[in-house]
């Protein structure tokens, strides 16, 4: 019954480094997306799941970033190289399927720092 | 492609003071619009939404109408308080199921005593 988690809260990291960043969302919601939100960006769609259909990976900024989806749930977002361009907080939403109009409900997100 | 533009801020206002943030969009087909809310320290939060043209969305004061004629869906408060001060998003939802949301740029408001 809980709402969107994630985690870590926050990770500081050293450029060049991957980090793997981790989010559950709500129980029965089949659809699963990743957004950034930084400084002069606002929020950015990067990758969205829907069911055991292919993701639609066309927000991923560059080929050091890529996410899974296991069993349909829990998904996760990793970032391979890390550049201190990548410094954001990065949200996880998810959505009930049959809403018709794509209420999507945020985790709190994870503040990533890559020094 | 489909893109939301919304009021730039920051915004800054008196207790009890009317509010209104502009939000207009581009999309085709028929999106679902929302206002999302991040406060501070906390995560993005859905404020109202609306689904189809002349819908009204409300939540806490807020209110916000669906205008197709002008592809617009501003926010607005009549009277808003201190704890109002918060980012405030427009986003749409395209006319497909389960599309990713479009956001706005953000307006910061900060509500002064």
């Known amino acids: 019954g809980a709402g969107v988690s994630q985690s870590p809260s926050n990770k500081v990291t050293e450029k060049g480094k991957d980090v793997e960043l981790r989010c559950d969302p709500i129980s029965g919601h089949t659809a699963l997306y990743w957004y950034r939100q930084s400084l002069g960006q606002g929020l950015e769609f990067l990758i969205y799941f829907q069911g055991n259909s292919a993701p639609d990976k066309s927000g991923l900024p560059s080929d050091r970033f890529s996410a899974e989806r296991t069993g349909g749930s829990v998904s996760t977002l990793t970032i391979q190289r890390t550049q201190q361009e990548d410094s954001a907080v990065y949200l996880c939403?998810?959505?009930?399927?049959?809403?018709?109009?794509?209420?999507?409900?945020f985790g709190p997100g994870t503040r990533l720092t890559v020094l | 492609g489909d893109s939301v533009t919304q009021m730039e801020g920051p915004v800054t206002l008196s207790e009890e003071a009317f509010l209104t943030i502009n939000c207009t969009y581009t999309?085709?087909?028929?999106?679902?619009l929302f206002w999302y809310v991040q406060y501070p320290g906390e995560g993005l939060q859905l404020l109202l939404k609306a689904t189809k043209a002349d819908d009204k969305g409300s939540n806490k004061g807020f209110e916000a109408t669906y205008r197709k004629e002008t592809t617009s869906f501003h926010l607005e408060k009549g009277s808003v308080q201190v704890s109002d001060s918060a980012v405030y998003f427009c986003a749409l939802s395209g006319h497909l199921r389960n599309t990713p949301l479009v956001f706005g740029k953000g307006t910061r408001l900060s509500v002064i005593a």
């Open positions: 939403a998810s959505s009930l399927p049959g809403l018709a109009s794509n209420e999507q409900f």
């Open positions: 999309a085709t087909g028929y999106p679902s």
